[in-house]
């Protein structure tokens, strides 16, 4: 049975009622108790955050060599991330699917229900990605036209998602990748893997944009070119290291018979969880839209700030997905107590690191903004796009915590639920009121931002702390 507790200090697992919540089901657990699940979820999340803080480092770097070029490259891949956002929305409901069923298997025993959990992951990341890929061929000029922005924008943006459309498969997969890992106890193998796809990715980008002896200047199409090859690196690596004999699990890359069942299962439990992200993909396309109303630096200041704050936002993911596998392990184990306070842990860990980043980003926005842009307008613009997203960020890592724990527990429809209600139902509408119907502007609309995601992260945690999500029965 998978257990980190020492069973001298686990409390007694009582029975949640109906009428009585876990902060009161469950007693406060001693400073041992807290200090070891502490310790756990920083050694689950810190590999997984390192991992998408790299991620978030090459897509800063890569804004960074765009923004050498102009301002229409880097507000063309801004588009085109927000319209891919919307194409792999299928990404997230494989992904939060795995998370239960990779981490549940592990935790009643491992073996090989463990290992075809992992390939059912994989082959439909492929499968899927592959097909929106190509219908992403099909439509994206159409597709990147309707964000309104400038022709030059759409016609890079164009350029730009080719070959990024042609290697959805492999992006897709490169996330389950670190899902695997951590799934199965080995988040490091995960974050080391991820440090050799971004260092292709970083090596490759300036090279290719700019040229480089007998390799010709490429502009956006060598960014694109450098972004698959790092995808591709990290999926076949991935791939590679489950299937040697060291692994933990051992993983067997045969097509037949395909793993059907743990396939349907995974789709059924990440099916709610995937509407949630296609409501969020399609909250960015408009959020994108509504800004391209004001021109071209508006678009790429806010892709700029997207990019810098996304540091903070994968804190916040890496410590997320760490806390959904352990929370699906131990209510594998059953041990749903230790699921709860391993939750709570993590809400006030990422909240206090958020609260740290929030003061580093008001003290540093103008020389933040300077690596990017110099022109006076751009800087003081992009100051304050920063220093207002940023003020999002805490309840929005509330937020992320407790979707992870109902994500680990394969309870996904309250979280989809909200989800949607908080993106169109809050964060679009305070921003349009803010924005345009109050004619405050850019300014207006980045305050609506983060007056949302703080209201629906307070709203969303009166549901979570009710503990409807802490089921350990059979998946």
């Not at 795995?98 to 992951?121: E, L, N």
């Not at 800004?291 to 071209?296: D, E, I, R, V």
């Amino acid at each position: 049975m998978f257990s980190v507790i020492d069973s001298k200090i686990r409390k007694p697992i009582e029975k949640l009622t109906r009428h009585e919540g876990p902060s009161r089901a469950f007693a406060t657990p001693p400073h041992g108790l807290q200090k070891q699940l502490l310790g756990k979820v920083l050694d689950m999340g810190l590999p997984s955050m390192a991992s998408f803080l790299l991620l978030s480092t090459y897509d800063a770097v890569n804004i960074y060599w765009l923004a050498r070029i102009g301002a229409a490259p880097v507000a063309a891949v801004t588009v085109f991330g927000a319209f891919s956002w919307v194409m792999t929305f299928p990404n997230h409901i494989i992904g939060s699917g795995s998370v239960a069923v990779i981490s549940r298997r592990f935790g009643q025993g491992g073996g090989d229900p463990t290992a075809q959990a992992i390939r059912a992951t994989f082959f439909l990341k492929f499968f899927a990605g592959t097909l929106l890929g190509l219908i992403s061929l099909a439509i994206l000029p159409f597709a990147l036209s309707l964000y309104g922005t400038e022709a030059e924008v759409s016609s890079l943006a164009v350029r730009y998602g080719i070959l990024n459309s042609l290697c959805f498969g492999f992006s897709m997969v490169s996330f389950s990748v670190y899902t695997a890992f951590r799934g199965i106890g080995r988040p490091r193998a995960g974050m080391w893997i991820s440090v050799v796809g971004v260092a292709v990715n970083m090596i490759l980008d300036p090279i290719l944009i700019f040229g480089f002896g007998p390799i010709p200047r490429m502009d956006v199409l060598g960014a694109s070119i450098a972004n698959s090859i790092g995808f591709i690196t990290v999926a076949v690596m991935g791939a590679w290291m489950l299937s040697r004999p060291s692994s933990p699990v051992q993983v067997k890359w045969h097509l037949r018979p395909l793993p059907m069942p743990e396939m349907k299962r995974i789709v059924k439990i990440g099916f709610p969880s995937g509407f949630s992200a296609l409501s969020f993909s399609l909250m960015n396309s408009a959020v994108v839209s509504l800004f391209a109303h004001y021109g071209t630096l508006v678009v790429a200041l806010f892709g700029m700030a997207q990019r810098i704050l996304r540091f903070g936002h994968m804190v916040n993911v890496g410590l997320g997905l760490g806390t959904g596998a352990l929370v699906g392990q131990y209510l594998g184990a059953r041990e749903k107590e230790n699921a709860w306070h391993t939750s709570q842990v993590a809400i006030r860990l990422t909240m206090l690191c958020m609260a740290v980043f929030v003061v580093l980003i008001w003290l540093f926005s103008e020389p933040l903004v300077k690596i990017f842009f110099s022109e006076p307008e751009a800087l003081e613009l992009g100051s304050w796009y920063l220093r207002l997203l940023v003020l999002a960020l805490p309840f929005r890592a509330a937020l992320e915590m407790m979707t992870s724990s109902y994500n680990g527990a394969g309870r996904n429809v309250p979280p989809m639920i909200f989800g949607i209600l908080e993106d169109w139902g809050l964060v679009v509408t305070l921003m349009f009121v803010f924005g345009r119907f109050l004619g405050w502007g850019p300014y207006g609309m980045l305050a609506g931002y983060s007056l949302g995601h703080a209201i629906g992260s307070g709203v969303f945690y009166m549901i979570y702390r009710r503990g409807h999500w802490l089921v350990d029965d059979e998946l």
